[in-house]
């Protein structure tokens, strides 16, 4: 269950890992079309979405070195910080889901692949 886990957490990673590079990077190209922004609106919000794509990749990264712990066989260390970024993705998805319920969809496929990967590690960690 443990290595379950770990692959969807690092699954929700790798995905966080493009959100950021949607948010911080392609914000006003790529991502007005999966946003459904427009050019007016990726530009008031350019600075926000930069920032915020950093969260996302700060949470992929914590969820990363917790994976590359676990391989080195650091279990307590790599299951806090997975649990830690895993679990943090899914709170926002929630924030996401309550604050915007028009955005469901998008909060759904934000939350669904660390919340998955939550439950094997706390599962297989009992």
Known sequence: MVIAGLVFAGLAAL?????????????????????????????ATREMAFNQGFYNLFLAITVGLGIVLHAAGQHAVAATLVLTGAGSMVAASLVLLLSSPDKAGAAIKQGALPAVGVALLVVGLL
């Open 15 to 43: 995905l966080h890992v493009f959100i950021f590079y949607l948010e911080s990077m392609a914000w006003t190209t790529r991502a007005r079309a999966v946003f459904g922004t427009t050019a007016q609106e990726a530009e």
